[in-house]
């Protein structure tokens, strides 16, 4: 390694480590329960019928004022007002006429205190264009949600990707 660039990259990993321990170290401020559990699901339940209604606002009141959303592709939607500012949600831009279906699996749901993560796999019927046959599109999402101090749960970050069929 450049001598350099040793100490400036030996600082910022050492200032990372122990913002990383001061994080993991801090008590949490609610227990986590099976409620929260049931929450974040019902949070991403809702996520995904904004898709299929293509209801950007109701999406975008999903997210924290500063959430973020990482698209397949795409570039990072940085704001509630951003998000609400994206117009359709749907492919083609053809409102409520692209998603057929969607379909979680395998969801993984994790936390402690007042943030947690989903992890979950995808499966959407989408027609591409108008006049085409439905297709098959599989991915995943990865989220990160935070408790507000009223008890619910929004996302902070959702970031989702496409895969191979199963």
């Not at 390694?1 to 990372?16: D, Q, V």
């Amino acid at each position: 390694m450049n001598k350099s660039l040793r100490f400036p990259c030996l600082t910022i990993m050492g200032a990372l480590g122990i913002a990383l321990s001061v994080v993991a170290c801090s008590p949490s401020t609610a227990e986590w329960t099976d409620g929260d559990r049931s929450a974040i699901t019902v949070l991403s339940d809702r996520y995904l019928q904004a898709l299929v209604d293509d209801d950007v606002d109701a999406l975008a009141s999903l997210f924290v004022e500063d959430g973020i959303r990482l698209v397949n592709g795409g570039g990072i939607t940085h704001g509630r007002a951003s998000i609400q500012a994206i117009g359709s949600l749907t492919p083609t831009g053809n409102p409520g006429g692209d998603f057929v279906s969607f379909r979680t699996n395998n969801v993984t749901i994790g936390g402690e205190g007042d943030l947690a993560y989903s992890w979950l796999d995808y499966d959407l019927t989408v027609v591409a264009s108008e006049g085409a046959e439905p297709s098959n599109v599989y991915g995943r999402f990865l989220n990160v949600v935070k408790r507000q101090p009223d008890g619910t749960w929004l996302f902070v970050a959702v970031m989702f990707n496409t895969r191979p069929a199963p």
